[in-house]
């Protein structure tokens, strides 16, 4: 079955540090990749997402590119704000999945001033 | 803006109340979901709506139900709620049909305290 697997936080990183957030998948079909992020008391929010292989997804300075021969999908951003601080979410959807979402685990981040 | 709104954002119950959560959208789309999700886990689903057909998940307790009245309204209800049913709880849209894989619209969750 389809499954995600993302890299245990919390992360804490200083203002303006690089981050990489590592992301894998194991999927039987053809899945469309995503990265959503919750900030703390809210829901979820789409950041990114890449319906094949090669795709970059990006936003708000955020970059993931899906790579199928490595079935990763690693979330980085170059320069990282005290507001970038909330839990991040990698996931898949598929058809073989029917209208579902398989998330990861989440990783926490923090950013110190 | 279109949007998933959530009523109430805070819900306190006693154990064993039974508690209506509920969800609109004004996206127009037709999969709605709710999910559960405890202490920043990832969300756990409930059961998903495609239209007016009711897929409820294996392992959903039979004390989670859930009614869709229309295309904008979707409705959780818990018959006897337990302590262990102290969550957020998500509800979620999304549109099958687009090309870009099914991601999905969150609103902002109910918090729910069982007393």
């Known amino acids: 079955g389809n499954s995600v697997t993302q890299m245990e936080g919390p992360v804490t990183l200083s203002e303006e540090a690089f981050l990489t957030i590592n992301c894998t998948y194991t999927a039987t079909g053809y899945p469309s990749l995503f990265w959503y992020v919750q900030y703390p008391g809210e829901g979820l929010q789409l950041l990114l997402k890449?319906?094949?292989?090669?795709d970059k997804g990006s936003n708000k300075g955020f970059e993931a590119t899906y790579r199928k021969e490595t079935t990763s999908f690693h979330l980085e951003k170059g320069s990282v704000q005290v507001s970038d601080s909330a839990v991040y979410f990698c996931a898949l959807s598929d058809y073989t999945g029917g209208f579902k979402t398989i998330f990861g685990a989440g990783t926490r981040l923090f950013v110190k001033a | 803006d279109a949007m998933v709104i959530q009523n109430p954002r805070y819900q306190v119950t006693q154990f064993g109340k039974p508690v209506t959560l509920s969800c609109s959208q004004t996206l127009n789309h037709n999969v709605m979901y709710w999910y559960q999700q405890k202490s920043s886990q990832a969300p756990k689903l409930l059961f998903h709506?495609?239209?007016?057909?009711?897929?409820n998940e294996a392992d959903t307790p039979d004390n989670f139900q859930s009614r869709r009245p229309n295309t904008s309204f979707c409705f959780l209800d818990i018959r006897s709620p337990g302590l262990g049913d102290a969550a957020m709880y998500l509800c979620?849209?999304?549109?099958?049909?687009?090309?870009?894989?099914?991601?999905?619209?969150f609103g902002p969750g109910t918090r729910l305290t069982v007393t």
């Open positions: 709506y495609y239209d007016k057909d009711f897929n």
């Open positions: 890449a319906t094949k292989a090669d």
């Open positions: 979620a849209t999304s549109r099958v049909g687009n090309t870009g894989g099914y991601e999905q619209y």
